[in-house]
């Protein structure tokens, strides 16, 4: 029983699978981050495209041809 407990407490495995729990939970943290930040811009944006579509009447303006033609 002592021999297994020497084992594992010299073992060095241990150390890197904590290391990359580490770098997992740093990596987690930092993308919950950059979402707390981004969502609220990503909401104003949705929402301005949401109000401009709405506006848009498709027979009178189709896509991509809302612009007057120039007269030359």
């Keep these: 029983m002592t021999a297994i407990f020497k084992n594992f407490v010299a073992s ?4 890197v699978t ?3 729990v ?4 740093a990596i987690v943290g930092l993308g ?4 707390a930040v981004v969502s ?5 944006l ?3 495209i949401s109000t401009e579509l709405t506006g848009m009447d498709p027979a009178a303006a189709p896509a ?3 612009t007057p033609t120039p007269t030359p």
Excluded: P, Q, Y
């Excluded at 580490?22 to 939970?25: D, M, P």
């Design 18 to 20: 904590v290391d990359w």
């Design 64 to 66: 991509g041809f809302n």
């Design 32 to 35: 919950l981050a950059v979402m």
């Design 22 to 25: 580490v770098l997992t939970a």
């Design 12 to 15: 060095e495995s241990g150390a």
């Design 40 to 44: 609220g811009g990503v909401a104003d």
């Design 46 to 48: 949705s929402g301005d």
